[in-house]
């Protein structure tokens, strides 16, 4: 599986859009993009997922570049209960058995 | 409603010791997941399973030990060759075919006495 690289930390206000970037410059063409997050003591919340057209859910949207080497998690209007760690990972969909490489994450703080 | 249970929420462990951490989900998913996470770490693959009665090993599976007799029940042993075995473990489902969407469980908090 192809290596993301995420900033270690951001900070945002609450109300305004939370923009999360994430490299993977050597994903393949059968790897999709995941987005999961973590608040802290809790399990890991599956977010969303694109392969390579722009995403939209009711959580979050998923901007993917036309060379797809990066992405951008976007949480439109961020409050509180958004401070998480955000882990961006790159998988062959269907095929990877389910075997995630969790990095260390982007810390996201949301403040008042 | 249908999720991940697993318990105990926090457990304690005397050194040389071994125990056994539960996890049950009733989403009907076939596949099953145990990872660790250490303080300010990411997550790391223990052991996998995509169908009854069969599992694999994952990254880090020395000092482990699962079953699958049926399909909501994965337990995990945290066995005394675990030299290290403090930390938050996490079990997680997906439906098959799909594993990259896992839906996780509240995690027992284990403890090293």
């Known amino acids: 599986d192809a290596k993301t690289t995420q900033p270690p930390s951001m900070d945002c206000a609450e109300g305004r859009a939370a923009n999360l970037p994430c490299n993977h410059s050597?994903?393949?063409?059968?790897?999709?993009v995941y987005w999961y997050r973590q608040i802290h003591s809790q399990g890991p919340q599956y977010i969303i997922h694109?392969?390579?057209n722009n995403e939209t859910n009711e959580m979050a949207s998923l901007i993917i570049t036309e060379d797809r080497k990066s992405s951008t998690l976007i949480l439109p209007h961020a409050t509180l209960r958004d401070t998480a760690v955000y882990y961006c990972?790159?998988?062959?969909?269907?095929?990877?058995?389910?075997?995630?490489?969790f990095g260390q994450g982007t810390i996201l703080t949301v403040h008042p | 409603d249908g999720g991940i249970t697993q318990s105990p929420k926090y457990l304690f462990r005397k050194e040389g010791q071994n125990v056994t951490l539960s996890c049950e989900q009733n989403?009907?998913?076939?596949?099953m997941y145990w990872y660790r996470q250490d303080p300010g770490q990411g997550l790391r693959l223990i052991y996998y399973?995509?169908?009854?009665?069969?599992?694999q090993k994952g990254d880090i599976a020395e000092g482990y030990s699962v079953s699958r007799e049926k399909k909501e029940s994965f337990p995990l042993t945290v066995t005394s060759a675990q030299k290290n075995p403090t930390a938050f473990y996490l079990c997680?489902?997906?439906?098959?075919?799909?594993?990259?969407?896992?839906?996780f469980g509240p995690g027992t908090r284990l403890l090293v006495l």
């Open positions: 997680a489902s997906s439906m098959a075919g799909v594993g990259e969407t896992q839906y």
């Open positions: 050597t994903i393949s063409g059968n790897e999709y």
């Open positions: 694109g392969l390579k």
């Open positions: 990972i790159v998988a062959a969909g269907g095929t990877s058995y389910g075997k995630l490489t």
């Open positions: 989403l009907n998913h076939d596949a």
């Open positions: 399973s995509q169908i009854v009665n069969d599992f």
